[in-house]
């Protein structure tokens, strides 16, 4: 699909701004440790293209869909080759015993990019993945913050969602909350600098209703069109 001719662009929204500033993140990137987790989503890993075909210093990459990180390596090692910086990935839940022996075990991180998430409001509709929904937005969030904290990260940065406005779902309160925990710890500390974004439908990531619409087509199945009424805005 080619998604530049659909929102009516010849050329990637930020092309001139990285093209630019490139020799300044350059520098930035090959000085720096990063850490990202929920590296192996689909925004996960193209930040992590990103980041590697820089050069940083380190690249760890935490997600725990194993064979998602597999399809990464072998991607990023198939385009961008190797570099000279320890670049490793670790099939682990960031709230788990062993991502804290991880980070125990190692140098620190510069930047903390977390992009995980449980991300559908389906994911309310039982008591048993309600719960899961709350350690992965909002306990796990707590804890990365923590970490990277008590580590003197220089920042950490944490994804979030359009439905944490006015949020009238279980999963956009949960969404809410992580926000509110990073601008808390954005105003109690002297060292780190903590932000998040919110995102609405980011096409050509999994899950997305263009992925869903793509299927349906391929396999001659009505699409799925939940309301009329309903406005979408994509990124």
């Not at 930020?14 to 990202?36: G, H, M, P, Q, Y």
């Not at 409001?121 to 008591?127: G, L, Y």
Request: proline letters at 2%; glycine letters at 6%; a neutral charge.
């Amino acid at each position: 699909m080619d998604i530049l001719k659909i929102i009516g662009r010849t050329a990637p929204l930020f092309d001139d701004d990285i093209s630019t500033r490139r020799k300044e993140l350059e520098a930035l990137v090959s000085n720096s440790r990063f850490l990202v987790i929920g590296g192996a989503g689909s925004i996960g890993q193209a930040v992590t293209r990103e980041i590697f075909k820089r050069n940083p210093l380190a690249l760890h990459v935490v997600d725990i869909s194993e064979n998602n990180m597999v399809e990464l390596v072998r991607d990023i090692r198939s385009t961008h080759g190797y570099i000279d910086g320890d670049f490793r990935t670790f099939a682990l839940d960031c709230g788990s015993n062993e991502y804290k022996a991880l980070m125990n075990a190692g140098e620190g991180y510069d930047y903390v990019l977390n992009l995980s998430a449980l991300k559908h409001v389906r994911s309310e509709k039982d008591p048993f993945t309600l719960m899961r929904l709350i350690e992965v937005n909002i306990l796990n969030t707590i804890k990365t913050v923590q970490m990277a904290k008590a580590q003197g990260a220089k920042k950490y940065f944490c994804v979030s969602t359009d439905k944490a406005s006015n949020p009238s779902t279980l999963y956009g309160t949960t969404k809410q909350l992580s926000e509110r925990l990073t601008s808390w710890a954005r105003l109690h500390s002297d060292h780190t600098s903590f932000t998040s974004i919110r995102l609405g439908n980011v096409m050509e990531t999994r899950g997305n209703v263009f992925e869903i619409w793509n299927e349906e087509k391929k396999n001659n199945q009505p699409l799925s069109i939940t309301d009329t009424k309903m406005e979408r805005y994509f990124v």
